[in-house]
């Protein structure tokens, strides 16, 4: 059974349209985060969800919007998509909030917009 | 702000020997805890091997072990008997153990490559 799973697993679309990322887990964890891997793979903290509650909210342009309808699943909706968006999407999901718990990640998902 | 920091963008060792990855880290904080994460060509990440700040012991998982310098706020991974399929991007990552949410703050990552 995957753990972590996000669908799609890759998106190509035109710039300006709008899009969307589901991610579930079935771990029983509290805990959500979405990251964004750059072209340089490099990987950065977007949103961090606790019991659907949205926790942290870093730098990330408004047109991003995550949703949580319950703890085991949080999306990531993306309007007036940019070239600039391409990149990979990583939903992961820990136990608690915090301490050495690992943060299990999903497949990540390839956005590439053109 | 916390950050780590991996000075080898690419690394590579020939299969059976043994290779160190380099992460340093910035923090003011004395405890927290550092984390290895592998990602293989499937872009899957994967822990690899965890150390909790207060633990003096170096953490040890089969071929992988760290070495980790708390005053030098440095925790390097090393590799032994190194086979084909540890071929993969290497992150180093920080977590605070705040009472909120706390995300892994990552190095930009090691491009490791393991030579038959």
């Known amino acids: 059974d995957t753990a972590v799973s996000q669908t799609p697993k890759y998106l190509v679309t035109q710039m300006g349209n709008d899009k969307s990322i589901k991610c579930e887990q079935n771990?029983?964890?509290?805990?959500m985060y979405w990251y964004k891997q750059d072209s340089k793979k490099f990987l950065k903290i977007m949103f961090s969800?606790?019991?659907?509650?949205?926790?942290i909210n870093e730098t990330v342009p408004n047109r991003f919007s995550p949703k949580s309808p319950d703890k085991a699943h949080l999306n990531l909706h993306i309007n007036s998509l940019e070239l600039g968006d391409s990149a990979v999407y990583f939903c992961?999901?820990?136990?608690?909030?915090?301490?050495?718990?690992?943060?299990?990640f999903g497949p990540g998902t390839r956005l590439t917009v053109l | 702000a916390q950050t780590v920091t991996q000075s080898q963008p690419e690394m590579s060792v020939q299969e059976a020997e043994t290779v160190t990855l380099s992460c340093t880290y910035d923090?003011?904080?004395?405890?927290?805890?550092l984390f290895w994460y592998k990602q293989p060509p499937s872009r899957q990440m994967i822990l690899v091997i965890r150390?909790?700040?207060?633990?003096?012991q170096n953490a040890t998982e089969n071929r992988f072990s760290v070495n980790f310098q708390k005053a030098a706020k440095s925790f390097s991974l090393k590799i032994s008997d190194s086979q084909l399929g540890d071929a993969a991007m290497y992150f180093c990552?920080?977590?605070?153990?705040?009472?909120?949410?706390?995300?892994?703050?990552f190095g930009k990552g090691t491009r490791l490559s393991v030579i038959a």
């Open positions: 992961a999901s820990s136990l608690i909030a915090g301490g050495p718990n690992e943060q299990f």
């Open positions: 771990l029983g964890h509290d805990t």
């Open positions: 969800y606790n019991n659907k509650e949205l926790i």
């Open positions: 923090t003011s904080e004395s405890d927290y805890y």
């Open positions: 150390q909790e700040a207060y633990k003096q």
């Open positions: 990552a920080y977590r605070f153990p705040h009472s909120g949410n706390t995300p892994l703050v």
